[in-house]
């Protein structure tokens, strides 16, 4: 059988989710969910586990086990969609045709895109949560004091504060471990502002001064001399800077060169190549939906979901908590009354700041950046979670993993 009712492309953590919670709706429906790979990953915990805290064993499993049991898995990559023929072609070279496309395959990170990258990615000093955290976690470890650098790329890129997050728990391990006093911690950021939450962006700044960590804003990672050691950056000419810490900072044409002897970074995130290569994509390249339907805006019976898609909100699992309801809802809606439903995804995001061991801060938010923590918090004893708070670390290392595998992936609302 070539033809499913619902086609599913990616089986990530939003694919896994929607798949799930159609069939949990209506076990009757076809779907089939194309993903080429044998494992699924948890990457939120990917911070924990650069940290030295979490281990990667454990954010995987293999995918079958995270595959709804009625649904098809074709272990196969999607090259290209073809709308106006409902199709898509795989690498295995066959085509399958749908009535409803959910297309959920993530972002691509693509190292190419700074110079110098792809030979250092991973390697010696330089580090990344996104591509080895166990790395991370060595190079952590090792380290013996200089310049440690972590560097934000420009938005879009998932999980806005994992660059951050690492940076933290790094400075509180050099604390502990006594390597913090001949230490000097650099944030070399792409924005111009620690985060967009105010409520969130008071607390985050008092977590910098509180560890003297020297903030360089609009500094955009451009290339990396991993031999002599040194991040070459683009900065814009008024760029700012908080706590400003004395470096040896190079000049090289238009690039500005920092010399580090720890690098953590972010490889630039960009859509998925057959995503930028569709009609499916804005001229930006990401999957253009409606914000607010998460429906294709040229296509009605095509929706995105996730990591993949240009609604202007942080690229998180926890948007894919709030998004997967309404693009089963609108489908289930579609087939049974050939209409939308009229619940709105209203741009839910939310990014666990972890700021040391043990602590955290909640930023919860939606398209307007209002600061909209959960009433469950309470529950938890949690009075603001725009504060350091012990108890929202519990949350972040124990009860969100086990809500994840047992209730989000099997497509229960949490
Ligand atoms: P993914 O989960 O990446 O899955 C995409 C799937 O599609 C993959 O299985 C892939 O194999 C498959 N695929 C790709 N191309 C194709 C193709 N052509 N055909 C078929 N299948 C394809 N989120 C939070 O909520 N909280 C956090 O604290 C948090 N921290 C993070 C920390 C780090 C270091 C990282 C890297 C991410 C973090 N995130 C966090 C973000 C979160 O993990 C992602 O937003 C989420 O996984 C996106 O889900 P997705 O389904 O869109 O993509």
């Given at each position: 059988?070539?033809h ?6 990616g089986?990530?953590t939003?694919?896994?989710m929607t ?17 080429p ?11 924990l586990v650069g940290?030295g ?18 649904a ?9 969609i ?5 199709s898509?072609d795989?690498?295995?070279?066959k ?5 409803f496309l959910?297309?959920a395959?993530g972002?691509k990170l693509d190292?190419?895109?700074v110079e ?6 991973d390697k ?19 380290f013996?004091?200089?310049v440690?650098?972590f ?6 890129y ?37 985060f967009a ?14 560890k ?5 804003f ?11 050691q ?12 908080h706590?400003?810490?004395e470096?040896?900072?190079?000049q ?23 995503i ?22 040229e ?8 990591d993949v ?30 209409k939308l439903?009229?619940t709105?995804?209203d741009g839910?995001?939310?990014?666990p ?11 919860e938010?939606d398209?307007?950046k209002k ?19 012990w108890?929202?670390?519990i949350?972040k ?10 209730k989000?992936l099997k497509?229960?609302?949490v």
């Amino acid at each position: 059988n070539m033809h499913y009712q619902i086609l599913v492309i990616g089986g990530g953590t939003a694919g896994i989710m929607t798949a799930s919670s159609l069939l949990k709706k209506n076990s009757k429906l076809s779907i089939a969910v194309i993903e080429p790979s044998e494992t699924h990953w948890y990457q939120p915990a990917w911070t924990l586990v650069g940290g030295g805290t979490y281990s990667y064993e454990k954010t995987k499993r293999p995918m079958q086990s995270v595959m709804p049991k009625n649904a098809i898995w074709i272990k196969d990559r999607v090259i290209s969609i073809h709308p106006n023929q409902n199709s898509v072609d795989t690498t295995l070279d066959k085509k399958y045709t749908y009535d409803f496309l959910i297309v959920a395959p993530g972002l691509k990170l693509d190292a190419s895109l700074v110079e110098g990258l792809p030979e250092s990615i991973d390697k010696g000093v330089v580090c990344s949560n996104y591509t080895n955290p166990n790395h991370t976690w060595d190079v952590i470890k090792n380290f013996k004091g200089g310049v440690a650098l972590f560097t934000q790329p420009p938005k879009p890129y998932k999980c806005g504060g994992a660059p951050q997050k690492i940076m933290y728990l790094a400075d509180d391990y050099f604390a502990k471990n006594g390597v913090k006093n001949s230490t000097k911690v650099v944030y070399a950021s792409a924005s111009d502002i620690i985060f967009a939450v105010p409520e969130i962006a008071k607390t985050l700044m008092k977590v910098v001064d509180r560890k003297e960590i020297g903030i360089k804003f609009n500094h955009e990672l451009k290339k990396i001399d991993s031999n002599k050691q040194i991040a070459w950056f683009k900065v814009s000419p008024d760029y700012k800077e908080h706590n400003p810490i004395e470096l040896d900072i190079l000049q090289e044409k238009e690039l500005i060169g920092i010399r580090y002897d720890m690098l953590h970074l972010v490889p630039p995130n960009t859509p998925p190549d057959f995503i930028k290569d569709s009609v499916l994509s804005d001229s930006t390249g990401w999957m253009d939906v409606d914000q607010y339907t998460l429906q294709h805006k040229e296509y009605p019976n095509i929706f995105g979901l996730g990591d993949v898609t240009n609604v202007p909100t942080s690229k998180t699992g926890a948007a894919i908590r709030k998004q997967a309801p309404i693009v089963v809802h609108n489908i289930l809606e579609l087939i049974t009354y050939q209409k939308l439903g009229t619940t709105k995804y209203d741009g839910y995001s939310s990014c666990p700041f972890i700021t040391g061991y043990g602590k955290m801060v909640l930023a919860e938010f939606d398209y307007t950046k209002k600061f909209t923590p959960d009433p469950k918090l309470k529950k938890m004893w949690i009075k603001d979670s725009s504060k350091e708070h012990w108890r929202l670390w519990i949350l972040k290392k124990y009860i969100l993993p086990y809500l994840y595998w047992n209730k989000m992936l099997k497509g229960k609302e949490v």
